[in-house]
């Protein structure tokens, strides 16, 4: 199992640099940032000089869209990175959260993200695509490697992860979800004469490394319940489309946001917002992954089991550097292969 760490670009850049190369000496293999060029600084500035001072980690988006970004700014971003430092990037894209509506934007359709991704994919890898009326392509980008990988939780977003993405992000831990999710985006893809496995499965969800004493994990609680928030602030949208019983999600995701009032992205993604109250300690403790590091080896092999290839952290909380460390030192060596020397 690959293990990522997703950082906000919180000034100064100089700390999510300063991040980044301590995951990569932990052992991390990806880097990836929000992307909310309002509420943060501009993450693609960051990850030049991320994969200037680092030598494996790849970076990426979690996630951009195609409402504030033109794909084809996008695709030459990484394509030129990638020339710069050697197919160390990948894609996370989704119709659109913070970037837009802090902006009064709307996130895009369901058919302008899966033309986005198709597009995006052809110009980054040197491909040619149709746009607006011509045939475009980067003549440069020849040798350009990214995949684009969707994150989604609905079901129409599901399949268009499965049928054309090269990757599916699914932003949180709970097995059950991750599961019926998966199941989805794998359906989807065979359905559409794809191989299931080639679709790459990516669970991303905080995680915060306690002593595993009783107060560590309230704490714990407090500081990563504005993920809830979060996730619930994406699930009310389908909820709105299909209704809280229609069967389109699972009533783990709908049941819990019946009390919830609004959002606030002034403190999207922050410890101790004002707006994540009715997130209960059920939803955290699922949602989330907490726990001294034998609790975290155990969910990370339960989702492994289900198919997931990487865990990607988000590292919004109060304790960045010991989460990290002991990430590194005890819970990646517990989930990656050991080869033997001699047998």
Same mark, same amino acid.
């Given at each position: 199992m690959d293990i990522g760490v997703v950082l906000q670009c919180t000034p100064p850049a100089a700390r999510v640099v300063d991040l980044a190369?301590? &995951?990569e000496t932990y052992g991390f293999s990806y880097v990836w940032t929000f992307?909310?060029?309002i509420l943060w600084e501009e993450p693609y500035v960051i990850y030049s000089k991320i994969l200037d001072e680092t030598r494996n980690v790849i970076v990426g988006p979690m996630v951009t869209n195609p409402a504030t970004r033109d794909i084809t700014v996008t695709a030459s971003v990484f394509a030129t990175l990638n020339e710069m430092y050697g197919n160390r990037t990948v894609i996370g894209i989704g119709r659109g959260d913070s970037a837009v509506r802090v902006t009064n934007g709307k996130p895009v359709t369901v058919a302008e993200l899966r033309q986005a991704v198709l597009d995006i994919k052809g110009l980054v890898n040197g491909e040619a695509i149709e746009y607006k009326g011509n045939h475009l392509r980067l003549p440069w980008a020849g040798r350009s490697r990214s995949d684009v990988w969707v994150a989604a939780y609905g079901p129409k977003v599901l399949a268009l992860a499965g049928e054309v993405g090269d990757g599916f992000i699914l932003q949180l831990a709970d097995p059950s979800i991750a599961e019926?999710?998966?199941k989805a985006v794998k359906d989807a893809a065979e359905a559409s004469g794809r191989n299931p496995d080639d679709?790459?499965?990516?669970? &991303? +969800?905080? &995680?915060y490394v306690t002593d595993g004493s +009783? !107060? =560590?994990h309230a704490h714990a609680r407090d500081q990563l319940r504005w993920f809830g =928030?979060?996730?619930g602030n994406h699930v009310a949208d389908i909820v709105a489309r299909y209704g809280e019983n229609g069967g389109a999600v699972p009533q783990a995701l709908t049941d819990y946001i019946k009390n919830r009032q609004g959002y606030d992205y002034n403190e999207h993604g922050q410890a101790g917002n004002t707006h994540t109250d009715f997130v209960p300690d059920e939803i955290v403790d699922r949602f989330c992954i907490i =726990?001294?590091? !034998?609790a975290h080896v155990e969910r990370l092999k339960e989702l492994q089991a289900l198919g997931v290839n990487q865990f990607a952290l988000y590292l919004?909380?109060?304790d960045k550097d010991h989460t990290l460390a002991q990430y590194g030192e005890r819970v990646i060596p517990a989930v990656q292969e050991h080869l033997r020397a001699t047998s």
């Open positions: 190369k301590r &995951a992307d909310s060029h019926w999710t998966i679709v790459y499965v990516c669970v &991303a +969800a905080p &995680a +009783a !107060e =560590g =928030g979060m996730v =726990g001294p590091p !034998e919004q909380h109060d």
